[in-house]
């Protein structure tokens, strides 16, 4: 099926941002950040299933990038697929991943439209990706479709962009950027074309949408039992991401495949 116009712009632009996005997650790897967040993956998923051995787990990474998450998983001894709409960030996963890319299954496909039979995998990981899709509803229907039962669906995600809908948000987004310049900390949100991503983002239906309630409805009403926490953040971010990203924290929606 063609890709819809928004899909083929957000593929686009993430291709344009690959090797940018991936000098991100290299240094995630390189810094404390690998190890924070290898330890919460590791406690979300190990307190949902305790006393199983976890090695073998049949994890889903949606929207991996330049494969930050597969790369902790597939540290763990978790059996890892690992799926992006943009080729180019799939290469840059692969290379970033060394030595465990032969462990790593990589496909290019669309978070909306999973080409995997039901109860496909036992995890499902994605950080940063459900505010970007056109239809994020479908996202979840398919998510909830390839969980299998008893299965533990893991989403980081913000209220990305709600400043171009908010008054006060835009207030609030105004003041990071005032504060990463007064700390002389590199601003996240200026140079490679944001300007093109807010212009998606207008286009997209979670941007003026406040989250997570949104998310724990749809999820229940598909039959997953879910819950968030909005502190989240304060686990798994570096200085210089709370600083860039204070007016927009984020959350952890958990929800378990009943």
Known sequence: MPLSTILSENRHYWTGRSAGYSKVNRTELATAQR?????????EIAGHFPGKDLHGLRVLDVGTGPGFFAILLCEMGLSVTAVDLTPAMLEEAR????????KIR??????????FPDDSFDVI???NL???????????????????PGGLLLNFDANW???LFDTEALSAYEADRVRAAAEGIHDANIGENFDIMEDIARRIPLSHISRPGWDL???????????ADESFWKKVWSREEKINFSSTPMFIIRAEAV
């Open 106 to 115: 990589f496909l290019e496909m669309n978070a909306e439209e999973l080409d």
């Open 161 to 163: 962009y709600s400043y």
């Open 95 to 102: 290379r970033n991943a060394g030595n465990l890319a032969e």
């Open 125 to 127: 990981v994605s950080r």
């Open 217 to 227: 409805d749809l999820l229940g009403r598909l039959g997953l039992r879910a819950e």
């Open 35 to 43: 190890e924070k967040w290898k330890s919460c993956l590791y406690k």
């Open 130 to 148: 459900t505010w970007n899709l056109p239809h994020p509803e479908k996202a979840y229907a398919e998510w909830s479709r390839v969980l299998g």
